[in-house]
């Protein structure tokens, strides 16, 4: 909430705030079924790791313009803090990008959940990855490589200038 209140205090009345995010199938929220088995072991495994560190995937960014409000969508006029306007506007597009094996093993070892890992646990969880990218559904190129599904993320909001939100008010007094 703190975050949220300095970009409404810098950005001019009426303006915009948008946000992006270039996410994996293997690094989304719960919820989101991956496209192939093996991104699907592979986000099961990221979220038994997890560090709770807030992340895209924790969709906590889409709580605190929830929290502004304090209560349902008519509270907009009344609330004390009213910085952006809801619902959000949020806008996906679906991508797939083909990488050498190794490569894909590369990026998943700079996730936090794998880059902590030592030894035979850092084994084991490679282990999970050479055994599910094995699997029958696993896509490939005429190169070998995998495709890797994901989706870059946008969303928008705009500002609800305080000096607008009080006059709203006191006109409907």
């Not at 989304?28 to 560090?51: G, L, P, S, V």
């Not at 990218?133 to 995998?146: H, I, M, Q």
């Amino acid at each position: 909430m703190e975050s949220l209140r300095e970009v409404h205090r810098v950005l001019r009345p009426h303006g915009c705030l948008g946000m992006i995010w270039n996410v994996e199938d293997y690094n989304r929220n719960q919820d989101h079924k991956a496209t192939t088995n093996w991104e699907q072991t592979m986000q099961d495994y990221i979220w038994t790791q997890d560090d709770e560190q807030p992340r895209f995937r924790h969709q906590k960014w889409k709580q605190v313009f929830d929290q502004q409000t304090r209560s349902g969508p008519l509270a907009l006029i009344i609330s004390s803090e009213p910085l952006f306007s809801l619902p959000i506007a949020v806008h996906e597009d679906a991508w797939t990008v083909w990488l050498p094996e190794d490569k894909v093993w590369d990026r998943l070892s700079t996730l936090s959940q794998i880059a902590i890992l030592e030894g035979v646990e850092k084994e084991r969880v490679h282990k999970t990855f050479v055994d599910s990218v094995a699997s029958e559904d696993t896509k490939r190129n005429d190169r070998g490589d995998l495709a890797i599904h994901g989706g870059t993320v946008a969303a928008w909001t705009s500002k609800i200038p305080t000096s607008g939100a009080t006059n709203l008010w006191e006109q409907e007094s």
